[in-house]
């Protein structure tokens, strides 16, 4: 059974660029949330999305997009990179409907770097 | 916005020593998840409890659900080596909507061999 996969690994951007973040839920789930994490600091929400549409969002600015595919794939767009950017980036996936359909379950995150 | 408070921010302890970890919340929260985190990987989920009162262990590991629903413990029996980490409590509120996690700050866990 596949946990939640992304792509890539790490990542080196220059301010002004634009970078395209990708993950894959875990199977059986259709739900995916994207949070960022600075060093030494807990998660922070970007948004979720669920049947191709964003959910709700977290507050950051509209540099930050995303996209979920019919088969629950999504990716994360940041436009106009800052140095400020420069963060892991964490996908989770869960499945609503289901009792605790809330937990989510966290791939192993892409490291942004901006310069 | 809310907020989870983690206590402590860090422990440095010996191999075999129990270990407790809390949090608190201002609002009321319908889940609590507890997470471990290692250096550049993601969140990994350890406990999930879902009614106030709950008391859930998953293996050395138990995590209680505060009757509150407003705070939540962790706690570590006979620490080894492997348990060092950041540990994270979050929860989706029941204020709003149950779409996003709130994370605490983390416990940093120290094991000294």
């Given at each position: ?65 995303g ?10 767009n ?19 409907g ?7 379950y ?7 770097t901006?310069? | ?5 983690q ?8 191999e ?90 983390g ?7």
């Amino acid at each position: 059974d596949a946990g939640v996969t992304q792509s890539p690994t790490h990542l080196i951007k220059t301010r002004g660029q634009q970078v395209t973040l990708r993950c894959s839920p875990k199977s059986g789930h259709d739900t995916v949330s994207w949070y960022q994490q600075a060093l030494g600091q807990g998660p922070q929400f970007i948004f979720q999305y669920y049947e191709e549409e964003e959910r709700q969002r977290g507050n950051f600015p509209d540099r930050f997009s995303g996209h979920q595919f019919p088969n629950y794939s999504s990716e994360l767009n940041v436009n106009a990179l800052l140095l400020g950017d420069s963060a892991l980036y964490l996908c989770a996936s869960s499945r609503l409907g289901l009792a605790g359909g809330d937990t989510q379950y966290f791939g192993p995150g892409t490291r942004l770097t901006v310069l | 916005g809310q907020q989870l408070n983690q206590s402590p921010q860090s422990m440095f302890i010996q191999e075999g020593e129990d270990v407790s970890m809390n949090c608190t919340s201002s609002s009321i929260f319908n889940t609590w998840l507890w997470y471990k985190q290692d250096p550049g990987e993601g969140p990994v989920l350890l406990i999930a409890l879902y009614k106030a009162g709950e008391l859930t262990s998953n293996g050395r590991l138990t995590a209680q659900f505060g009757t509150t629903r407003k705070d939540s413990f962790l706690n570590i029996s006979a620490s080894i080596p492997s348990d060092v980490g950041i540990y994270f409590c979050a929860g989706p509120n029941s204020g709003g909507s149950n779409y996003k996690l709130t994370f605490g700050k983390g416990t940093l866990l120290t094991v000294n061999p």
